[in-house]
Structures are given as C-alpha cells and as structure tokens.
C-alpha cells in the first residue's frame, strides 16, 4: 500500500511540478518556491522544537518564517547584498528577542541556534533554485537538477530495498545501504547524461561525469542530514501531506543540497 501512494503522488505532483517550471511565470515559481519554504519550515521548527511551548519560540519561529520569504524573495530579485542582509537582520531581531527573554527562558541560546540553523538550511538553499532559474537556460538546468535528484533517490530507494545489504550509515540512518548509495549514483549520471542531450546543455561530457556524481554525493549527503535532524528528535516523517513520501522535508532533502552545487558549477565551472 505504501508503494501504491508513492507512485499515485508522484503521478500527481510530476506534470504540475514540470508544467510550472517549463510554462510556469517566473512570479508564479518563486510563488512556489516561497510555500514550499513556509511549508518545510513548519516541518523542521515541528522536528527541532517538539512540542516546545512560549513566546519567545514563536517569536524566534515567526522571525525565521519572515526572513526566510525576504531570503527567497531577495534571490528573485537577483540582490546577493539583500540575502545576506537578512541573515544578518534575523540574527540581529533573534539577539533583541533573546535579550528581553533570557531571564525567563534558560533555553533561548538552544532556541536561536536551532532558527538560525533553520534559516539557512530551508529559505537559503531553496532560494537557490530561483538564482539557477534566473541563469542562462536557467529552466534547462533545472530539469536537469529534477531529473538527476529524483531519479537518485528512486533508485537508490529502489536499489537498498531489494539488494541492500551492507548499511551506509547506520547510526543516522539504517535503512540506507551501500548498494542503494550506489545504485543512486549511477541513476544520477544516467539521468545527468540523458538530460544534457535532452535540454541541449553547453557542458562536455567529462563535466557532465564530475557534476552528475556530485549533485548524487550532495543530494545523499542532504538525505542523511535530515535523517539525522528527525533522528534526533525521535520522528520518523518530517510531516504527512505528501502520502507515501512523508512530508515536503522528506521530498526536498536532497535538492536543498545539490541545488548550491549546480548553481557554483553554473556560474564558476561550466
């Protein structure tokens, strides 16, 4: 049953996925890219703050979930200076609010850094995806960054389940094999080969290789981070509102961090 609602949601969510990065407005995909930040958010302050209670966690919460939409919105104006002014804001107002609250929270400092982690770990790596849209044959890569990301996680989800028999990380993850990783990563320059042609990338072959396997590394890499955070917190979805994936952390774990990559292999390698 589980497997039937993996493929019945993937089903769903892929032709508007495709649909809005291919015919989608700029505005209407940075629209996007900003719930789903709001969305995964939700998910990661629900994973590090428990059922937590007081004003200063919904305060600091609702100061992550504002920067976090300056951050991405910041990215969509193309303003590096702005993003990285936000942080520091955030930074700042969490300083203000952990001044007037120390006295009665002994938990502020574990608080602030669990925002701050937050901010950069959602918003910033998502916005990401609207700096990689905004580059020449910007939609192209991020079909190639879909392509690459997702079918290294189905065949390495694929790969554990039916060959997997020496664990990868067993203290973070257990269901992770070695045999998925590498099945994984062979999907990814598959895909990484495959989608060039198709999008008529400018990027030769060699480079293709090197970036595929690192978008493969990054993305497995943001897998277990999150695997770690939720292992941490004793959950084993980040949410439900995607049925057989769990929640939009689980989905988006590994693009949050090959997403970086692509863009510095963008604008500095390729």
């Known amino acids: 049953m589980m497997q039937l609602k993996r493929w019945i949601t993937a089903i769903i969510a892929l032709p508007f996925l495709i649909a809005l990065v291919y015919k989608g407005h700029p505005v209407l995909f940075f629209l996007f890219v900003g719930f789903v930040s709001v969305l995964a958010m939700w998910e990661y302050f629900r994973i590090v703050y428990g059922r937590q209670e007081g004003k200063s966690i919904h305060l600091i ?68 995806l609207i700096l990689i849209r905004n580059e020449t044959q910007g939609i192209g890569w991020l079909f190639f960054l879909m392509a690459v990301v997702f079918s290294g996680d189905s065949f390495a989800y694929y790969g554990g389940t039916y060959l997997g028999r020496h664990k990868l990380c067993p203290l973070v993850s257990p269901g992770k094999t070695v045999e998925g990783s590498v099945a994984g990563l062979l999907a990814n320059v598959g895909a990484g080969y495959l989608f060039r042609n198709l999008m008529a990338l400018p990027i030769s072959g060699s480079l293709c290789l090197i970036l595929s396997l690192s978008l493969g590394i990054a993305g497995q890499i943001g897998d277990l981070f999150e695997s770690l955070l939720k292992r941490s917190a004793d959950v084993k979805d980040s949410g439900g509102i995607l049925p057989g994936h769990g929640g939009v952390l689980d989905r988006i774990d590994a693009t949050l961090f090959a997403a970086p990559v692509l863009y510095l292999f963008i604008r500095y390698v390729i």
């Open 61 to 128: 919460s609702g100061l992550g979930f504002a920067v976090g939409l300056m951050i991405i919105w910041a990215a969509f104006i193309g303003t590096a200076e702005l993003m990285i002014g936000m942080l520091a804001v955030n930074l700042i107002l969490s300083g203000l609010i952990a001044f007037f609250k120390i006295g009665s929270d002994a938990k502020i400092s574990d608080t602030l850094i669990k925002q701050a982690m937050g901010t950069l770990y959602v918003p910033l790596l998502l916005s990401f």
